[in-house]
């Protein structure tokens, strides 16, 4: 069997009947390119933006900004569990949620350990959690981000996140809340003031500790935090592949 995967914002047409099959992508620059799909038996069309993931019981959207493709939602997958217990690699995925509340899960998404988040691998750009397809993001990809919206937080921020210098415009469709996170001595912190995003790229000096971004409730910055011990339960927003 002939599989062809299409991952593009394209307007497409399929002509012709049986034997004599044409796709044809037409693109936002106006060029268009024709493909034989006739001995294809199927064609699976994803198209960012419009296109959604389906994933462990959850249902995701997709957004484009420059040329990435984002989940744009947060990643909500696995078992809960407490304050008191933590993640382990037992082959079981297991999130956190704030205050031990599965409602949290559901509207912020989970809380992971960074080794959790990864499956205890340590290479970047590793699907990890993460649908197939997609994996969690390394700090270079982050900061391909950040150029995408000139370095502005409340572009990233969902509309209603933050407030004053800091209030969200949410003008690229990323759509991030201000989650909070779980910190390594077992206690929660911050929901609604500050938003954590793990990156799959260790400190490139110690490799040791891990990078993420952060955003915060009171102003337009995004800050890349270098050398923070994977212990504590931050989000985590995948990117395709």
Same mark, same amino acid.
């Given at each position: 069997?002939?599989?062809?995967?299409?991952?593009?914002?394209?307007?497409?047409?399929?002509?012709?009947?049986?034997?004599?099959?044409?796709?044809?992508?037409?693109?936002?620059?106006?060029?268009?390119?024709? &493909?034989? &799909?006739?001995?294809? #038996? =199927?064609?699976?069309?994803? &198209?960012?933006?419009?296109?959604?993931?389906?994933?462990?019981?959850?249902?995701?959207?997709?957004?484009?900004?420059?040329?990435?493709?984002?989940?744009?939602?947060?990643?909500?997958?696995?078992?809960?569990?407490?304050?008191?217990?933590?993640?382990? #690699?037992?082959?079981?995925?297991?999130?956190?949620?704030? $205050?031990? $509340?599965?409602?949290?899960? $559901?509207?912020?998404?989970?809380?992971?350990?960074? #080794?959790?988040?990864?499956?205890?691998?340590?290479?970047?750009?590793?699907?990890?959690?993460?649908?197939?397809?997609?994996?969690?993001?390394?700090?270079?990809?982050?900061?391909?981000?950040?150029?995408?919206?000139?370095?502005?937080?409340?572009?990233?921020?969902?509309?209603?996140?933050?407030?004053?210098?800091?209030?969200?415009?949410?003008?690229?469709?990323?759509?991030?809340?201000?989650?909070?996170?779980?910190?390594?001595?077992?206690?929660?912190?911050?929901?609604?003031?500050?938003?954590?995003?793990?990156? =799959?790229?260790? $400190?490139?000096?110690?490799?040791?500790?891990?990078?993420?971004?952060?955003?915060?409730?009171?102003? #337009?910055?995004?800050?890349?935090?270098?050398?923070?011990?994977?212990?504590?339960?931050?989000?985590?927003?995948?990117?395709?592949?």
């Amino acid at each position: 069997m002939k599989i062809i995967l299409l991952s593009l914002v394209v307007f497409v047409v399929i002509e012709g009947i049986a034997q004599n099959k044409t796709l044809t992508l037409h693109y936002p620059n106006d060029s268009t390119n024709v &493909i034989d &799909i006739s001995d294809l #038996d =199927s064609v699976t069309i994803f &198209i960012c933006g419009v296109s959604k993931v389906y994933y462990e019981g959850q249902t995701y959207n997709t957004v484009q900004i420059g040329d990435q493709c984002w989940l744009k939602e947060n990643l909500n997958v696995g078992t809960r569990i407490n304050i008191n217990q933590n993640s382990t #690699d037992n082959g079981v995925i297991e999130k956190s949620c704030y $205050d031990d $509340d599965e409602g949290n899960c $559901d509207e912020y998404g989970g809380l992971y350990s960074w #080794d959790e988040a990864m499956q205890y691998d340590t290479t970047g750009g590793s699907r990890g959690i993460c649908p197939e397809g997609w994996h969690i993001p390394t700090i270079a990809e982050l900061t391909i981000l950040y150029s995408e919206v000139i370095g502005s937080g409340n572009a990233l921020k969902e509309i209603g996140q933050g407030s004053g210098l800091g209030t969200g415009t949410n003008t690229s469709g990323f759509s991030a809340f201000l989650a909070g996170y779980r910190h390594f001595n077992s206690s929660y912190s911050e929901l609604n003031i500050i938003g954590h995003f793990w990156s =799959s790229s260790l $400190d490139a000096t110690t490799r040791t500790y891990t990078t993420h971004m952060y955003l915060n409730s009171t102003t #337009d910055n995004i800050i890349f935090h270098i050398g923070i011990w994977s212990g504590y339960g931050f989000c985590i927003r995948c990117i395709k592949d």
